[in-house]
Protein backbone atom coordinates (compact mmCIF):
# COMPACT_ATOMS: atom_id res chain seq x y z
CA UNK A 1 0.00 0.00 0.00
CA UNK A 2 1.30 3.28 -0.84
CA UNK A 3 -0.23 6.73 -0.06
CA UNK A 4 1.27 9.50 -1.97
CA UNK A 5 0.24 12.65 -0.10
CA UNK A 6 0.78 16.22 -1.80
CA UNK A 7 -0.62 19.73 -2.07
CA UNK A 8 0.65 21.79 1.44
CA UNK A 9 2.51 25.20 1.58
CA UNK A 10 1.98 28.44 2.91
CA UNK A 11 -1.25 30.43 2.88
CA UNK A 12 -2.52 33.80 4.90
CA UNK A 13 -5.35 33.29 7.70
CA UNK A 14 -8.49 32.78 6.10
CA UNK A 15 -7.24 30.84 2.56
CA UNK A 16 -7.48 27.85 1.29
CA UNK A 17 -5.75 24.95 0.59
CA UNK A 18 -6.39 21.43 -1.15
CA UNK A 19 -4.48 18.58 -0.05
CA UNK A 20 -4.46 15.19 -1.81
CA UNK A 21 -3.53 11.58 -1.31
CA UNK A 22 -2.79 9.13 -4.65
CA UNK A 23 -3.57 5.56 -3.18
CA UNK A 24 -2.55 2.32 -5.06
CA UNK A 25 -5.15 1.00 -5.63
CA UNK A 26 -9.07 2.15 -5.03
CA UNK A 27 -9.65 4.26 -2.32
CA UNK A 28 -12.77 1.48 -1.13
CA UNK A 29 -10.59 -1.16 -0.10
CA UNK A 30 -9.78 0.76 3.14
CA UNK A 31 -12.02 0.60 5.78
CA UNK A 32 -10.56 4.15 7.07
CA UNK A 33 -8.92 6.65 4.86
CA UNK A 34 -8.34 10.05 5.58
CA UNK A 35 -5.85 12.92 7.30
CA UNK A 36 -4.08 13.39 10.24
CA UNK A 37 -2.30 16.46 10.97
CA UNK A 38 0.85 16.68 14.19
CA UNK A 39 1.85 20.06 14.96
CA UNK A 40 4.88 20.88 16.55
CA UNK A 41 4.72 19.98 20.55
CA UNK A 42 1.47 17.91 19.79
CA UNK A 43 -0.02 14.57 18.63
CA UNK A 44 -0.84 13.33 16.06
CA UNK A 45 -4.74 13.72 15.44
CA UNK A 46 -7.60 12.85 13.56
CA UNK A 47 -8.67 15.74 11.06
CA UNK A 48 -11.14 13.80 8.48
CA UNK A 49 -11.91 10.49 7.73
CA UNK A 50 -14.22 8.47 5.59
CA UNK A 51 -15.02 4.86 7.26
CA UNK A 52 -16.47 1.88 6.41
CA UNK A 53 -20.25 2.26 4.74
CA UNK A 54 -19.02 5.62 3.33
CA UNK A 55 -19.13 7.61 6.98
CA UNK A 56 -17.37 10.16 7.17
CA UNK A 57 -15.51 11.73 10.68
CA UNK A 58 -14.24 15.50 11.12
CA UNK A 59 -12.73 17.15 13.65
CA UNK A 60 -14.28 19.68 16.20
CA UNK A 61 -12.19 22.02 15.03
CA UNK A 62 -12.58 21.41 11.11
CA UNK A 63 -16.35 21.34 10.69
CA UNK A 64 -17.52 23.00 8.58
CA UNK A 65 -14.03 24.52 7.09
CA UNK A 66 -12.77 21.03 5.75
CA UNK A 67 -14.01 19.10 3.56
CA UNK A 68 -13.02 15.34 2.63
CA UNK A 69 -14.30 13.81 -1.14
CA UNK A 70 -12.86 10.82 -2.96
CA UNK A 71 -12.06 10.82 -6.90
CA UNK A 72 -12.63 7.78 -7.56
CA UNK A 73 -11.00 8.45 -11.18
CA UNK A 74 -7.77 9.20 -9.81
CA UNK A 75 -7.95 6.96 -6.82
CA UNK A 76 -7.09 10.09 -4.55
CA UNK A 77 -8.87 11.27 -0.91
CA UNK A 78 -8.62 14.82 -1.10
CA UNK A 79 -8.93 17.52 1.80
CA UNK A 80 -10.27 20.47 0.88
CA UNK A 81 -9.34 23.20 3.49
CA UNK A 82 -11.10 27.17 3.76
CA UNK A 83 -10.74 29.66 6.13
CA UNK A 84 -7.96 28.63 7.36
CA UNK A 85 -6.28 29.50 10.93
CA UNK A 86 -2.75 29.96 12.11
CA UNK A 87 -3.46 27.25 14.66
CA UNK A 88 -4.53 25.04 11.43
CA UNK A 89 -0.73 24.67 11.14
CA UNK A 90 0.98 21.31 11.03
CA UNK A 91 2.36 18.04 9.30
CA UNK A 92 -0.63 16.77 7.64
CA UNK A 93 -0.86 12.87 6.96
CA UNK A 94 -2.54 10.58 4.95
CA UNK A 95 -3.39 7.56 6.51
CA UNK A 96 -5.38 4.57 5.83
CA UNK A 97 -6.18 0.97 7.50
CA UNK A 98 -7.22 -2.37 6.19
CA UNK A 99 -8.84 -5.29 8.77
CA UNK A 100 -7.69 -8.38 7.85
CA UNK A 101 -8.74 -11.71 9.93
CA UNK A 102 -7.05 -14.98 9.97
CA UNK A 103 -9.13 -17.78 11.33
CA UNK A 104 -10.70 -15.44 14.57
CA UNK A 105 -7.85 -13.04 15.19
CA UNK A 106 -8.70 -9.48 13.23
CA UNK A 107 -5.67 -7.38 13.00
CA UNK A 108 -5.57 -3.75 12.38
CA UNK A 109 -2.95 -3.06 9.44
CA UNK A 110 -2.35 1.11 9.44
CA UNK A 111 -0.47 2.65 6.47
CA UNK A 112 0.66 6.35 6.15
CA UNK A 113 1.95 8.99 3.82
CA UNK A 114 4.30 10.98 4.16
CA UNK A 115 3.52 14.39 5.69
CA UNK A 116 3.11 17.45 3.62
CA UNK A 117 3.23 20.84 5.47
CA UNK A 118 0.89 23.18 5.73
CA UNK A 119 1.42 26.89 7.36
CA UNK A 120 -0.94 29.48 7.83
CA UNK A 121 -0.03 33.16 8.80
CA UNK A 122 -1.43 35.23 10.84
Known amino acids: VQLQASGGGLVQAGGSLRLSCATSGSTFRFDVIGWYRQAPGKQRDLVAA???????DYADSVKGRFTISRDNAQNTVNLQMNSLRPEDTAVYYC?????????????????WGQGTQVTVSS
Open 95 to 111: YAMIMTHKGWTRYKNDY
Open 50 to 56: FRDAGNT
